[in-house]
């Protein structure tokens, strides 16, 4: 088990890069159109990215950077996961990942061209090259609280905590509403009831119109689960506006939101996060502490990578 990094409720805060974005598209092939929604994980003392890349085709693949200072990262030319079968041939997306014992857990949408999409599973130890076990709630739809939800299996967003809580594992899914899952073995996982989400959108808030997972959700100092996630609110026109926000949980009942953040830790500011494939988007996806600091790397409008960084030591109250 790995000591808990310095982090405490609410985490941040967070002050967005200035040189962002970090990564744009680039050539001609699978990533020439839009790059963003990274997973991030630390291995041998550098950040690594997992990161969503696409052409016009808009048929998605997960790339690989590396960097030895958080901000500047080499990528490979290839991508490390792509679509191969029947439930992800038209696009891998959205990845999280978490490292237990040397494998790296990774979930990720998988996109079968249909009106559906479902939360899919891939394991690997070096993080090229992966092995994937397919969609792991086939029959869960995290939409169904919402009047108008579509009809069918959809799940998305998986971010597991990588420590055991009484021997099982934990994870939290979902996009529309924020549900859970146990596990013993990391692969098989169980959810709670359809019917019993955590977290549904709150009305008149930034989380009016859809919550989602964020990255996997981490013990801090106070000994709580801090959870990291996406929210939407839908404008007149039919255009949504995606922030970040944070809910906070006790490790004995982690199903039971003790507090959440009235606001946005992460919004739309910059040109590119308000100008894109999804205009008005900050979608983080990945966290790491790295060189004592929390980065926080994030999709802006569905088409480049920006991060965010907290120093330890600098507060809400005061910089450090």
């Not at 790295?290 to 120093?311: E, I, N």
């Amino acid at each position: 088990m790995h000591p808990a990094p310095p982090a405490q409720f609410p985490l941040g805060p967070f002050r967005p890069y200035e040189k962002n974005p970090i990564l744009r598209p680039r050539g001609t092939g699978w990533e020439s159109g839009h790059v963003y929604n990274p997973a991030a994980v630390v291995k041998d003392g550098q950040v690594v990215l997992l990161y969503r890349a696409h052409a016009d085709d808009i048929v998605s693949h997960v790339g690989l950077a590396t960097s030895d200072d958080g901000y500047t990262f080499d990528r490979r030319p290839n991508p490390v996961l792509s679509p191969s079968e029947a439930y992800d041939v038209h696009g891998c997306e959205d990845p999280r990942v978490t490292e237990v014992d040397g494998t790296y857990y990774l979930t990720y949408t998988g996109w079968d061209g249909d009106a559906g999409v479902q939360l899919c599973l891939a394991t690997s130890t070096d993080l090229v090259t992966w092995e994937k076990h397919g969609p792991i709630f086939p029959d869960f739809n995290t939409f169904r609280p919402a009047a108008d939800a579509p009809t069918g299996p959809w799940s998305k967003a998986g971010a597991i905590l990588g420590t055991p809580i009484d021997g099982r594992y934990l994870m939290y899914f979902g996009e529309g509403s924020i549900y859970h899952a146990w596990s013993d073995d990391l692969i098989h996982w169980t959810p709670g009831s359809n019917d019993e989400p955590i977290m549904t959108p709150q009305p008149d808030t930034y989380t009016s119109f859809l919550v989602e997972v964020g990255p996997p959700p981490i013990i801090t100092d106070n000994g709580l689960i801090l959870m990291l996630h996406n929210a939407a609110v839908k404008n007149g026109d039919g255009s949504v506006r995606y922030s970040c926000g944070q809910i906070l949980f006790d490790p004995a009942r982690p199903t039971e939101i003790l507090a959440r953040m009235d606001r946005p830790w992460l919004e739309p500011e910059t040109f590119e996060d308000t100008h894109g494939l999804v205009s008005n988007v900050t979608f983080v996806e990945g966290l790491v502490f790295f060189k004592d600091a929390w980065f926080a790397y994030y999709g802006q409008s569905d088409s480049t990578l920006g991060v965010a960084v907290h120093r330890v030591g600098d507060t809400y109250a005061r910089p450090a």
